[in-house]
């Protein structure tokens, strides 16, 4: 395992940080879903990343009593807030009342004292964002998280987020959203106004739903038990389900063979090969697949390799930054 800066800050996470989105606690029994946490920690990973929504809180409560054990200082672990947690009214957003009470139960679930990172999962157009981060503020000045990140803003989001964490004097130090070689949205604006703010990307999806990792065939039906035949991960694949996607994913074959790697190791090297990606978020339902992934960091492609990725896909990449803005929430649902 390899470790980078988050962003600017002082803080060293590991390449590729355990994310445990839709699979614990909903698609995966406890017992896999420690075996795959124990699996990232023999493989040197140190960062996992969860969210109060995933599976309605249970996420976050396997993952704390997984970690349980491990010595905490030796751990990053980061939680996300926004998305509803209830029926309430307030049980939603970036409120401070929403804020305040959700960090405290992140924190009972995981069964710690403090996350390492709290990130906003996402902008909230009905909170005025300095009430946002003034409440992120009180959260950090309370020990209760160490540094303060988003998830899917835009450039312009983030700017102001920034100058608003630099006038409470709060580190604002990352951007979490979706990126992959099929998936570069982030590369028009978000990322260069994040390198000029010292903003590092964890990104996820670096496999594009699995779609990277060639199991897809063109004219043929999903494998079964494949994120794209769950009920809830197929929402998000669909959308690379097309013959036209996956019989350009197909050509990358001999050139992952070229570099020693499969597709699902080529796919995540090559988001890592960005200077402005601190890490990529990598999921799993069984402990080989951690294992698998994980040989993908510390990798340094060809220049000329990236160049033929980049060709092979290029008729099906989306890189419109406007998607970022088109793909967040206008009102919390």
């Known amino acids: 395992m390899q470790y980078r800066h988050l962003g600017s800050s002082g803080m060293i996470i590991s390449e590729l940080v355990y994310g445990n989105w839709i699979t614990h606690g909903s698609q995966v029994e406890e ?11 023999n493989n040197g990973i140190t960062s996992f990343d969860t969210a109060d929504v995933y599976a309605g809180g249970r996420a976050e409560e396997v993952l704390g009593r997984a970690l349980k054990p491990e010595r905490r200082e030796g751990l990053e672990i980061f939680t996300k807030v926004y ?9 939603r957003g970036l409120s401070r009342k929403h804020i305040m009470e959700s960090i405290d139960n992140s924190l009972r679930r995981l069964q710690t004292d403090y996350v390492d990172l709290y990130q906003a999962h996402r902008y909230d157009q009905e909170t005025p964002l300095e009430e946002t981060m003034e409440a992120f503020a009180d959260v950090v000045r309370s020990g209760k998280a160490h540094y303060i990140g988003v998830s899917e803003w835009t450039a312009e989001q983030i700017r102001e987020g920034h100058r608003l964490a630099r006038e409470l004097r709060i580190p604002l130090v990352s951007n979490q959203p979706q ?20 903003i590092g990307q964890i990104v ?7 779609v990277l990792t060639g199991k897809y065939l063109p004219g043929a039906a999903p494998p079964e038990g494949s994120r794209a035949t769950d009920e809830r991960g197929s929402t998000f694949v669909a959308r690379y389900l097309r013959d036209e996607v996956l019989e350009r994913v197909q050509l990358l074959k001999p050139l992952a063979e070229e570099a020693g790697l499969t597709l699902a190791q080529l796919a995540v090297a090559w988001v890592l090969q960005n200077d402005n990606v601190s890490a990529a978020i990598i999921g799993a339902s069984r402990p080989e697949q951690v294992s698998e992934n994980a040989v993908a960091a510390g990798v340094r492609l060809d220049a000329d390799l990236v160049a033929k990725m980049n060709e092979a896909l290029a008729p099906v990449v ?11 929430p206008k009102s919390r649902s």
């Not at 017992?31 to 920690?41: D, E, F, G, S, T």
């Not at 998305?83 to 049980?91: A, C, L, Q, R, S």
């Not at 989306?318 to 967040?328: F, L, Q, S």
Request: charged residues 20%; glycine residues 10%; aromatic residues 6%.
């Open 83 to 91: 998305h509803p947690m209830g029926e309430g009214k307030n049980d």
């Open 318 to 328: 989306v890189t419109d930054p406007g998607k970022t803005a088109e793909n967040a």
């Open 204 to 210: 996820f999806s670096p496999i594009a739903q699995g």
């Open 179 to 198: 990126y992959s070689a099929l998936w570069r949205v982030i590369e028009g604006e978000v990322v260069p106004a994040s390198r000029e703010l010292g």
């Open 31 to 41: 017992n896999a879903a420690v075996a795959c946490v124990r699996a990232a920690l």
